[in-house]
C-alpha cells in the first residue's frame, strides 16, 4: 500500500544498500569462528513446552529461530528484509521464513491462522521500526498470540525508544509486563540501564 510508512531499517538501507549482505557475512563470520550467537533463543527455549509454536518477529537472518526449529519448536520468522530472509532460507532451510512488515502483521493472508506460545523479538527490531507504528508492532504480536502467550522483547534503551513509553505501547496493545530483566541471561533489570528484555504475558480471555 502506497501510505505504509518505511522503517527506520529501511531508510538505513535506502542509504546504504549493501548494509543488509555486511550484516549477513558478520553473523556468518561469527558462527565460523565458533561465536555463540544464539543465546537469545536458550532463553526462550526455556521458557515454553517442546514442540511450541514461536513467531520470530524480525527475524534477520535466522540465528534465533533456526536454532529454536533445531530444537524441536515450530518456527515462524518474518523480516522486511529479503535480503536477510534470503539468508535465514538458506542456512535454514526448514523453517517458515517470510518477507513482512511487523506493523501489519497478518500471518492469516499467509495461510498461518494459528496462534503462537511465544514471541521472540530479539536485537533492536522495535528501535529500528517507524516510531508511529511501534505500538502497530507490539498489537500485532498480542493478535498473534494464544491467551495466555507471551511476547519476549529486547532492545538497546538507547536508541531512541524510552522505556516508560515502551511500556505504554505495551499497554496500549493489550499486553502485560510480567518480566523485566536487563540481559537475555536474566540479570534484573533497573532503571537507567542500557538494555531492556521485557517478557509481555497477553491477558487471558475471560469466559463469558
Known sequence: MNDRIPSLWEEKLA??????QWYV???????????DIVGEARTVDAMVARGSRILDAGCGLGRVGGHLASVGHTVVGVDVDPTL???ACQDHPAVTWLVGDLSRLDLEAHGIPELFDAIVCAGNVLPFAAPSTR???LRGFARHLRSGGRAIVGFGTDRGYAVPEFLAHVAGAGLQPELLLATWDLVPWSEGGDFIVAILRRAEVAAG
Request: net charge negative.
Open 15 to 20: 542509504a546504504d544498500p549493501g548494509h543488509s
Open 85 to 87: 530472509i534470503d539468508a
Open 25 to 35: 557475512e558478520r553473523f556468518r563470520t561469527l558462527v565460523a569462528e565458533g561465536s
Open 135 to 137: 505500538q502497530d508492532v
